[in-house]
């Protein structure tokens, strides 16, 4: 996300290589994290996730990549890669904000709709659905175009200050356009993670009686969900203060906000199915049920 709130493309003489080191060894593990959580629910039949689930975690996974688009001119002490190189990662940094924040929108709005239409025994709209799973992709083409039209426009691409990655002049559209995205998909998240919270307390005795079926609905899932959308807040607040000022430490920035899609491996690929698809040493003994939770989340 940090491509959103960060500016500057004076380099100086010299160049940092510590932070830059560590901020792609940090987008290195987030997008090896990532594919070790979602490998095991695209090849696994013990492991069961939704399209929205499945969406949510590919977008996140891809993002922290596109950081490594310049990882071999990082370390050169000029003043951007070459052009064409250099509007396409641009590109890329600004799309995937809003499309991470949407698809976790997208995959909680869908476990949203699951729980209350469970409770209340309602019917669910396999078109809505199949929507829930396309709009981060729509989203993150749209704006990716839209990025390297106004980029590739005013040829003012560069180097951050932090020699991390390309992009363009703080004060341009696609800048404001990328960073007003996101900051809606994730108020909608807040507001769709409430009326959850809303549901469940609503209806707790008879969550609880769930919890206790085959179904097994486990509160787990919305804890975790909660942590992740907080981490997801702090980094779009912590940008949203660089970004007119760019503020000097701009690289510990940097880093922090390319390890959010770190913390979703964390929250998302710490469940014990997925966790025990990688334990060799017990898989003669495995046998889960598929439950409302695997299905869902």
């Not at 960060?6 to 594919?35: H, Q």
């Not at 976790?104 to 019917?123: A, P």
């Not at 749209?142 to 200050?161: K, P, Q, T």
């Amino acid at each position: 996300m940090s491509g959103i709130f960060s500016g500057g493309g004076d380099l100086g003489s010299t160049v940092d290589l510590v932070p830059i080191i560590i901020f792609d060894t940090v987008a290195a593990l987030a997008t090896v994290s990532l594919a070790l959580t979602l490998a095991p629910a695209a090849l696994s039949s013990t492991v069961h996730r939704s399209k929205a689930w499945l969406s949510m975690i590919t977008t996140m996974m891809i993002f922290p990549l596109f950081y490594l688009l310049n990882a071999s001119s990082q370390f050169q002490n000029k003043e951007s890669p070459p052009i064409g190189l250099c509007i396409l990662q641009a590109g890329f940094i600004y799309a995937g904000p809003p499309a991470c924040t949407t698809a976790v929108l997208c995959f909680l709005t869908d476990m949203t709709l699951g729980l209350r239409s469970m409770l209340y025994n309602g019917k669910r709209s396999k078109c809505f659905s199949s929507a829930l799973v396309i709009i981060p992709s729509i989203l993150f083409a749209s704006v990716f175009f839209e990025a390297i039209a106004l980029v590739n426009a005013d040829r003012g691409v560069h180097f951050d200050s932090a020699h991390m990655f390309c992009e363009s002049n703080a004060d341009g559209p696609q800048v404001k356009i990328s960073a007003l995205l996101t900051v809606v998909s994730l108020f909608l998240t807040l507001c769709m993670e409430g009326w959850a919270v809303v549901i469940i307390a609503r209806n707790w005795s008879a969550v609880r009686r769930i919890r206790r079926t085959k179904a097994d609905l486990q509160l787990s899932v919305m804890v975790r969900f909660g942590v992740f959308t907080l981490v997801v807040g702090v980094a779009a607040v912590l940008g949203a203060v660089t970004l007119p000022d760019n503020v000097a430490g701009g690289a510990s920035w940097n880093i922090f906000l390319v390890a959010v899609p770190l913390f979703a491996a964390l929250a998302f690929g710490t469940r014990r199915d997925i966790m025990s698809t990688y334990a060799f040493w017990n898989w003669s003994k495995k046998s889960y049920p598929k439950t409302l939770n695997d299905v869902a989340v």
